[in-house]
């Protein structure tokens, strides 16, 4: 079975460019999940999509931050325009309906922000 | 709203030594609970997961951890660590009802020293 799959692996920006991160989840997964890690914290759930329907994006900065799941498989995440604190490795994983079968995670993005 | 406590931010032992990852849980609902391990610049790898029935479970490297529902813990534990073991360990819960994401703690670096 093929795993998370997402890109770019790095990513080096000056603040205020933007950025888009790509996600393909395994499929027949209908939930996916975008979460950020800082350095030295856990991972922070910034959306969960539910088929391309968005469950959950309360911690997302809708400011700045924007998501899309086309056609239930696919995701984007997109930040405009980015600032320092941004720095931070954007995570994306991928779970059946229930949850119970455990959550599987890409390798994620590093993304740096000079 | 769950939330996830790690009691300590770094736990460093002695190759061979036991040791044991502490990790506490909030949540008015009942949950699952995860723990994860990320290895240097690698993404989150799913290591032992309680969903439901004996509140022992273990993983295939030798880590085990109890779910504690009357102290709303989930310790992970280890009796004799390796250096491959060094890692950042994350625990996790998530509802088993609703939404479903996952919650993290902060982490725990694990240090193996020889």
């Known amino acids: 079975e093929a795993g998370v799959a997402q890109s770019p692996r790095y990513k080096i920006i000056e603040k205020r460019q933007s950025v888009a991160f790509w996600c393909n989840p395994i499929?027949?997964?209908?939930?996916l999940y975008w979460y950020q890690q800082i350095l030295g914290q856990g991972p922070k759930l910034l959306i969960q999509?539910?088929?391309?329907?968005?469950?959950?994006d309360s911690q997302l900065p809708k400011d700045r931050f924007s998501a899309e799941r086309l056609k239930g498989v696919d995701s984007t995440l997109k930040i405009q325009p980015a600032k320092l604190e941004d720095s931070a490795v954007y995570l994306c994983?991928?779970?059946?309906?229930?949850?119970?079968?455990?959550?599987?995670f890409g390798s994620g993005t590093r993304l740096t922000v000079v | 709203a769950q939330s996830v406590t790690q009691l300590d931010s770094q736990v460093p032992v002695f190759e061979e030594a036991p040791v044991e990852l502490r990790c506490n849980y909030s949540?008015?609902?009942?949950?699952?609970l995860f723990w994860y391990v990320q290895y240097p610049n690698q993404g989150l790898q799913l290591l032992l997961k309680?969903?439901?029935?004996?509140?022992l479970v273990e993983s295939i490297n030798g880590f085990e951890a109890e779910f504690n529902k009357s102290q709303t813990s989930f310790h992970l534990r280890k009796p004799s660590v390796h250096i491959s073991d060094t890692a950042e360990y994350f625990c996790?819960?998530?509802?088993?009802?609703?939404?479903?994401?996952?919650?993290f703690g902060q982490g725990t670096r694990l240090t193996i020293n020889p």
């Open positions: 499929s027949g997964h209908a939930t």
């Open positions: 996790a819960v998530s509802e088993v009802q609703g939404a479903q994401k996952l919650v």
């Open positions: 994983a991928s779970s059946t309906w229930t949850g119970s079968g455990g959550y599987t």
């Open positions: 999509f539910q088929n391309n329907g968005v469950v959950d």
């Open positions: 309680y969903l439901s029935g004996s509140t």
């Open positions: 949540s008015s609902v009942s949950v699952y």
